[in-house]
């Protein structure tokens, strides 16, 4: 089993930046793969972006250039750095992880983004 806990989320006028930071514990694999979806009201949730555990990253179109995803393998951490937010942006984003088939989902954290 693996266990996620996020943190980072809030409310930001639109421009603004926010970081999310998701970290796993339990039976952590060294080859893994971590990321974020995101669920707006109304709204199928959607892949923002993945990065693997040697470091190779995806995102979504929306996302690119805007959002950078990260992490710390030392302390089974990922990372969101979301800059330039717009209210589209507003949503529950949840941390995901992968490994050996299995997928494990955080709580959610709150993104608003006012105009």
């Known amino acids: 089993q693996v266990q996620l806990v996020e943190s980072g989320g809030g409310q930001v006028q639109a421009g603004g930046s926010l970081r999310l930071s998701c970290a796993a514990s339990g039976s952590i694999f060294s080859s893994n793969l971590m990321g974020w979806y995101r669920q707006a009201p109304g709204k199928e949730r959607e892949l923002v972006a993945t990065i693997t555990s040697s470091t190779t990253t995806d995102y979504a179109d929306s996302v690119k250039g805007r959002f950078t995803i990260s992490r710390d393998n030392a302390k089974n951490t990922v990372y969101l750095q979301m800059n330039t937010l717009k209210p589209d942006d507003t949503a529950v984003y949840y941390c995901?992880?992968?490994?050996?088939?299995?997928?494990?989902w955080g709580q959610g954290t709150q993104v608003t983004v006012s105009s």
């Open positions: 995901y992880y992968f490994q050996l088939g299995s997928v494990y």
